[in-house]
Structures are given as C-alpha cells and as structure tokens.
C-alpha cells in the first residue's frame, strides 16, 4: 500500500509514519510541497493524508485534495487550519492538529 503523507513540518511528518507503520505495512511517501505531492499522486497512490496549509507561503493543498478526489483515492485532512477548507470537502474525514495517535489510527485504512 502507497501512503502520501503532504506535511510541511518534517517532525510531524515522521510522527505520522511511525503512526501509520505500527498499523500496516505501507510505502510511506513524503512530500511537503504540492509540486513534490504531484509527482507522487501521477504514480498512484492508496491512501493519503494531508495538511492544509504548507509552510509560511500560504501555499494549500487543496489541488492535491481536487486531484485525488478525481482519482477516486481515500485521504484524509490532519491540520490545525481546517476552518480554511471549502464546504465542498466537508465529507472528507479531518483530525485536528494536536493529535493522538489513535485518531490517526482510526483513518488509516487496513486494506484498499
């Protein structure tokens, strides 16, 4: 199973990994630009869990989020900027930054 993991803070990034790979065995994939996430949505992906605001830019990763919905791909949102999604994404499972472990737990899914 591909796992994208689009967080711009390297610490919460691994914190997610170790997470995800204590539930299921999984290609964990990072990126913390929409421009790295991109490359690895093109190549397929089973799953992916997103933050929404990357970095001091602003920059979002709504594409991202536009994209894999298209793509029929599962994702969830894990931000502490959820208030910024649009309405439309309302159905799209989010945790709120701080988490624990097992909301995360929670979504990621066993198999695809």
Known sequence: MKILILEDEPIIA?????????KIDAE?????TVADAL???N???DFAMLDV????????????????LRNN?????ISSSLDQLPAQLDTVPRIS???????VENLV????
Request: charged residues 15%; aromatic residues 8%.
């Open 97 to 103: 930054k701080p988490f624990r472990p097992h909301e």
């Open 39 to 41: 490359d690895y949505v």
């Open 73 to 77: 791909v599962p994702f969830c949102f």
């Open 53 to 68: 605001v990357l970095g001091p830019s602003g920059e979002t990763s709504l594409p991202i989020a536009q994209l894999l």
């Open 109 to 112: 899914p066993v198999h695809v």
């Open 14 to 22: 691994i914190d997610l990994e170790g997470i995800v790979l204590e």
């Open 43 to 45: 190549e397929g992906l």
């Open 28 to 32: 964990i994939l990072h990126a913390a």
